[in-house]
């Protein structure tokens, strides 16, 4: 991942605001996956759910109940086209565990169109530019600014060889901005991966995630009505990455001179300093 890249978009999104300071004993949890990552999607969407461990207990309980007898769930791999009914069924048993255990959605998204569309003006910068780095960003920034400033948060990712050296780089460089650490100094993002499938709090966050794209693409689809009950009231923490900021990233990122592969480990006050924006 490009140092450049991820400096604009802290320069776009800004670092959030002041917020009271509650001590707590732990860190929130986040479990997180992703849906359509690909340029070509129309949608990209990076979607899980935030809360305590004692929350994601009493979920771990529920989920193994609303799985029946199935070992775990995969939205790809269900069978859509010949077994609709039971999918149905399965998926209005587990879309309502999350709301019921208190646990919170969170989301990022860039839309397809968006993202091509600036980078053909930005072309040295296709290389260094990617749909899901881009969704994540918001996410994992709006997440923070949710709590407040003295609670951390655990953000999960099932292992993806593609981004495992971003995440270490985007933690280390989250910590050095004052917004994102503790006031006793700890860093309020940490990021961990986990083998694929080792946790059905990551199938929710697959669920989310892929609920959220077919919807998106076409609400009244029986792909989006039979997971709909995932959103419920549809309330959620995150932002879309609107065509204007990825812009704006795409122009902070050549502003600073240095598109090329590097390590994310250089001074982001000035960009942080130059935009306002995503505070209140």
Same mark, same amino acid.
């Given at each position: 991942?490009?140092?450049?890249? %991820?400096?604009?978009?802290?320069?776009? *999104?800004?670092?959030? !605001?002041?917020?009271? %300071?509650?001590?707590?004993?732990?860190?929130?949890?986040?479990?997180?996956?992703?849906?359509?990552?690909?340029?070509?999607?129309?949608?990209?969407?990076? $979607?899980?759910?935030?809360?305590?461990?004692?929350?994601?207990?009493?979920?771990?309980?529920?989920? !193994?109940?609303?799985?029946?007898?199935?070992?775990?769930?995969?939205?790809?791999?269900?069978? %859509?086209?010949?077994?609709?009914? =039971?999918?149905? =069924?399965?998926?209005?048993?587990?879309?309502?565990?999350?709301?019921?255990?208190? *646990?919170?959605?969170?989301?990022?998204?860039?839309?397809?169109?968006?993202? +091509?569309?600036?980078?053909?003006?930005?072309?040295?910068?296709?290389?260094?530019?990617?749909?899901?780095?881009?969704?994540?960003?918001?996410?994992?920034?709006?997440?923070? !600014?949710?709590?407040?400033?003295?609670?951390?948060?655990?953000?999960?990712?099932?292992?993806?060889?593609?981004?495992?050296?971003?995440?270490?780089?985007?933690?280390?460089? +989250?910590?050095?901005?004052?917004?994102?650490?503790?006031?006793?100094?700890?860093?309020?993002?940490?990021?961990?991966?986990?083998?694929?499938?080792?946790?059905?709090?990551?199938?929710?966050?697959?669920?989310?995630?892929?609920?959220?794209?077919?919807?998106?693409?076409?609400?009244?689809?029986?792909?989006?009505?039979?997971?709909?009950?995932?959103?419920?009231?549809?309330?959620?923490?995150?932002?879309?990455?609107?065509? $204007?900021?990825?812009?704006?990233?795409?122009?902070?990122?050549? $502003?600073?001179?240095?598109?090329?592969?590097?390590?994310?480990?250089?001074?982001?006050?000035? +960009?942080? !300093?130059?935009?306002?924006?995503?505070?209140?």
């Amino acid at each position: 991942m490009s140092a450049s890249l %991820w400096h604009g978009i802290l320069g776009v *999104l800004g670092t959030g !605001r002041e917020i009271g %300071w509650i001590a707590v004993v732990e860190p929130h949890k986040a479990y997180i996956d992703e849906s359509d990552i690909h340029d070509n999607a129309q949608w990209c969407f990076v $979607a899980g759910h935030l809360g305590t461990e004692e929350q994601w207990k009493e979920f771990d309980g529920k989920w !193994r109940e609303g799985l029946g007898n199935r070992k775990s769930l995969h939205m790809k791999e269900l069978r %859509w086209n010949s077994k609709p009914e =039971r999918i149905e =069924r399965l998926l209005g048993r587990l879309g309502p565990i999350p709301d019921s255990c208190k *646990l919170e959605r969170i989301f990022g998204s860039v839309k397809g169109s968006h993202y +091509l569309d600036v980078l053909t003006q930005y072309p040295e910068l296709q290389r260094n530019f990617d749909p899901y780095m881009l969704a994540l960003y918001p996410c994992v920034m709006q997440t923070l !600014r949710h709590l407040p400033r003295s609670e951390r948060v655990l953000f999960t990712f099932e292992e993806n060889l593609k981004y495992s050296d971003s995440f270490p780089r985007i933690q280390s460089s +989250l910590a050095k901005e004052p917004d994102f650490v503790t006031p006793s100094g700890e860093p309020r993002a940490i990021f961990v991966t986990v083998p694929k499938g080792a946790t059905p709090r990551t199938e929710a966050a697959d669920y989310l995630a892929f609920e959220m794209g077919q919807f998106q693409k076409d609400k009244d689809s029986f792909k989006a009505q039979a997971g709909v009950s995932i959103l419920g009231d549809h309330w959620m923490i995150g932002k879309q990455m609107p065509r $204007a900021d990825i812009r704006g990233v795409c122009e902070k990122t050549l $502003a600073m001179g240095r598109v090329r592969e590097a390590r994310i480990n250089s001074d982001i006050k000035e +960009l942080i !300093r130059l935009s306002k924006m995503g505070r209140p």
